[in-house]
């Protein structure tokens, strides 16, 4: 389970009640702490001769909670999770409801039969379907939730925590806002979050990280002009780990930050190596994670690298994505005005999943908007997504931007692209992300020489 800090007891029994204050215990102290509590909850159910038959086990972690507590401050954050309590408290079926971390919570569940657990499921999910007004400020949140069965006869406190834990994992690996219920396929390579944190900040260390590279092709011309650096993990035992399954992580554990260095100084490194032996020249583009945006030394520290580097910084581009630059607007435009009279490009990454309002495009020196693979995908079958992204497109152009279409990776989602003007594109049709020699090996003979596929 993820840094556990504080243990508040939210409390539905009155045997808990010595924990009804706030307390600051160490990680394995509360590990015990919770199991005893657990304990406690299913025997006294028990010995009261108690009709339920289903135990349930859940662990709700809030997504993203280091990006609420950026935007709104730490305050707004403890009311917001004083409010999560209490609503969770209020549902019928939840005997135990312990706040085990900053922002994580787990949830015991009695039910008679298969229905009332289910609406018990239900009704958790629904507390987070409805906005939250904390200060005056309403907010959306969403959870990720790992859920395991407690048989008392077959399964130990300790065994149902690891359970609900795994299946936390899962729902956070497959893109959060998810319940998923535990099953063996479940059991990692790391058998918990802490080990995976571990690993990971072993991994920025010992250089076990690797990027790889996807071209970005210009349609009028053919020519690629743009290399997106996207990070993988080479992990000694498991092999590669694909992004999405550890920037979460990393993003919750603060380790972004390092990560985030390191990208852009090897992104930088491997520019320098290729302008040296005069191939592949085009810009580099390097995603910046919004925890790492919102760190007040970012722009000093990306400076930094890159002078140290000495590479022009007319080389760069930082995809960034619309939650980053929403959260505090008088910053954002400071950071942003400051790495572009550096000569650093801006893109919006997922450009179109993020926030309603486009006031920001206004504002902010914005070099490129990237359409979210999710509309895309379908634009073809699909005549909203084509009307979004047919908007966007004309969007960019009205702003005189670059619009760049990720995913693309089949014919007819190109020549529909091409036929709503877009720009450019990047997608498995021209090249997956691969290895700085592959990607030599593959485009070097091109530098500069037109792209068939246009
Ligand atoms: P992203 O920045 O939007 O990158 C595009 C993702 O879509 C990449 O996944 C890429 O491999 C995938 N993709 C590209 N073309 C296609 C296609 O035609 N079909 C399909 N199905 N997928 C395609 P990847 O490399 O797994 O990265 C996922 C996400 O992880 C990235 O999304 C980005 O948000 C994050 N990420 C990757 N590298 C870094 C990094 O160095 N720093 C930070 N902060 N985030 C990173
Ligand atoms: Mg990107
Ligand atoms: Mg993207």
Redesign the pocket.
């Known amino acids: 389970m993820k840094a556990v800090r504080r243990l508040f007891h939210f409390a539905a029994s009155t045997i808990l009640g010595t924990l009804r204050s706030k307390k600051i215990i160490t990680r394995i102290h509360q590990r015990q702490q919770l199991q005893a509590l657990l304990k406690q909850a299913i025997g006294s159910q028990h010995h009261a001769k108690d009709t339920a038959l289903l135990r349930t086990l859940l662990i709700l972690d809030i997504d993203r909670f280091r990006q609420v507590n950026f935007s709104l401050g730490y305050k707004s954050g403890d009311l917001l999770l004083e409010e999560v309590g209490n609503r969770l408290r209020a549902i019928h079926g939840c005997g135990l409801v312990i706040q085990s971390g900053d922002d994580e919570f787990v949830l015991l569940i009695h039910a008679s039969t298969q229905d009332q657990l289910s609406q018990a499921i239900q009704s958790i999910q629904h507390v987070f379907a409805t906005s939250f007004i904390v200060m005056g400020q309403e907010c959306f949140i969403t959870v990720s939730i790992g859920m395991s069965a407690v048989d008392i006869t077959l399964t130990t406190i300790e065994q149902a925590l690891h359970q609900a834990d795994q299946a936390l994992l899962a729902a956070k690996r497959t893109g959060k806002n998810k319940l998923v219920t535990y099953h063996s396929s479940h059991a990692q390579p790391f058998s918990n979050q802490i080990q995976m944190e571990t690993e990971l900040r072993k991994a920025i260390l010992e250089n076990q990280l690797i990027?790889?590279y996807?071209p970005r092709l210009e349609l009028s011309t053919g020519n690629i002009i743009c290399l997106?650096?996207?990070?993988?993990w080479n992990h000694p035992e498991i092999g590669l780990i694909?992004?999405?399954e550890f920037?979460p992580l990393?993003?919750e554990s603060g380790l972004?930050l390092q990560?985030?260095e390191w990208?852009l100084r090897e992104?930088c490194l491997q520019k320098a190596r290729w302008l040296e032996a005069d191939i592949l020249n085009y810009q580099i583009?390097?995603?910046?994670?919004p925890?790492?945006f919102q760190d007040e030394s970012f722009s000093d520290k990306a400076i930094q690298i890159i002078e140290q580097t000495g590479i022009d910084p007319a080389f760069l581009e930082f995809?960034i994505?619309e939650s980053s630059i929403m959260q505090n607007m008088d910053t954002t435009v400071a950071v942003l005005d400051k790495l572009c009279n550096k000569g650093i490009s801006i893109s919006i990454?997922?450009f179109g999943i993020g926030y309603s309002s486009l006031n920001y495009l206004k504002h902010f020196p914005i070099h490129c908007l990237?359409i979210?693979?999710s509309f895309?995908?379908n634009i073809h079958s699909n005549k909203d997504d084509w009307a979004i992204t047919n908007a966007i497109i004309h969007l960019g152009h009205a702003l005189e931007v670059q619009v760049v279409a990720?995913?693309?990776?089949e014919w007819s989602q190109l020549e529909i692209l091409k036929e709503t003007t877009c720009t450019t594109i990047?997608?498995?049709?021209l090249s997956?992300?691969v290895s700085a020699i592959e990607i030599e090996q593959t485009f070097q003979a091109n530098n500069n020489i037109p792209v068939m596929i246009s």
């Open positions: 990027l790889y996807q997106e650096a996207l990070v993988r694909a992004p999405n920037i990393a993003e972004i990560l985030g990208v992104a583009a390097v995603n910046i994670s925890c790492q995809e994505t990454d997922d990237k979210d693979r895309v995908k990720e995913g693309v990776e990047q997608g498995y049709l997956p992300p």
